[in-house]
């Protein structure tokens, strides 16, 4: 009879164990999937970002491309204004000259 307490006992003690290991599992994989959608989310995210820095390095690229074009603007806006201002002369001498 001892025995069968004992072993009773053993195993009421080993169920409550079960039962301890069970509540932990369940909190610990509740756990884990929060992780693994905060992973998930921040792999979106990094994909996300590095879609945004492609555009940027792309832009950067393009206007890189685009200032020793810029820089002519300048020297060609002077050009066309001392052409006008030529223009201008030439018809006031035309204009003096026909008076």
Not at 35 to 46: F, G, I, P, S, Y
Request: a negative charge; glycine letters at 4%.
């Amino acid at each position: 009879m001892k025995e069968v307490e004992k072993g009773i006992g053993d195993l009421q003690t080993l169920l409550d164990q079960l039962k301890e290991s069970k509540k932990t599992f369940g909190k610990l994989d509740k756990e884990r999937s929060v992780l693994e959608k905060d992973v998930e989310n921040a792999n979106e995210k990094l994909k996300s970002e590095k879609i945004e820095v492609d555009k940027a390095v792309r832009a950067e690229e393009r206007i890189k491309s685009l200032e020793s074009e810029v820089s002519k603007l300048q020297f060609l806006e002077s050009y066309v204004t001392f052409l006008s201002q030529k223009q201008n002369l030439q018809l006031q001498r035309e204009q003096i000259g026909e008076s």
